[in-house]
């Protein structure tokens, strides 16, 4: 299957967020991808119940590893599934980078996230513009992707998405070169098969994100590779998104 998903991060008010999931409705009405809009907190529970009816998925940006305590402020994954998500985005590199997100957190965050069926984790990997300048982009992948996998065992139903994101491309207008892209994605696929064995093809899909946009959608979701796209600042606009989108289901 393939995946679009749109991140839209903390734009947009709840009134705002149900204009623009309106527009979603009427510019989605048949897909052949799955499509998953990623409100913020705020506005997911009125989302999701609009998009009930239609091919939408609904997810969230973040969640705790905890079921339930004294966690001031957090959200939980059963918290996420009564709301109506079907997906949780993990470790995003504005998470890593702000409010700081190390690989063990999100270890955390990725297994809980598997066990409060049917949501299905997002995890989110990248590097960033000094470590491609140092031609050390695969060893913090491969770091990201280690510890964040680590010790986890994908059960029957059990999936996962990793979404490929160089830091240094998000919300900056460039992206790398589409061999690069692809070498990462396939580098992903790799590892992901490693790590779960023969389940890792129907289970696992690997997108890419990072400052895309209609203009530079259509090549990187024509990738072997490529499973789909994360879409942040696109996915604001209905009619710039269904552009984007369209590549892929295409």
Known sequence: MKFVIANWKMNLSVEAS???????AKQFKKTTAEIVVCPSFTSLPFIAKMLEETPLAVGAQN????KT???????????LVELGAAYVIIGHSERREHLGEE?????????????AKPLCPVLCIG???????????????????????????????????VAYEPVWAIASGM???????DYVLDMIRVFLRRAFGDTADAACAVLYGGSVNSETAKKIAALPSCDGLL????????KEFYRVAATVVE
């Open 18 to 24: 149900i204009a623009l999931a309106k527009n979603y």
């Open 63 to 66: 969640m705790f590893w905890e």
């Open 127 to 161: 590097e960033g513009a000094e470590d491609r300048d140092n031609d050390q982009r695969e060893e913090v992948l491969s770091r990201q992707l280690g510890e964040a996998l680590s010790g986890i065992e994908l059960k029957a139903g059990q999936n996962i998405i």
């Open 231 to 238: 879409v942040g600042g696109a996915s604001l606009q209905a």
């Open 69 to 79: 305590g004294a966690f001031t402020g957090e959200i939980s994954p059963n918290d």
């Open 175 to 181: 992206t790398p070169e589409l061999d690069d892209i």
């Open 103 to 115: 690989d063990w957190m999100i270890n955390r965050k990725l297994r809980a996230a598997l066990e």
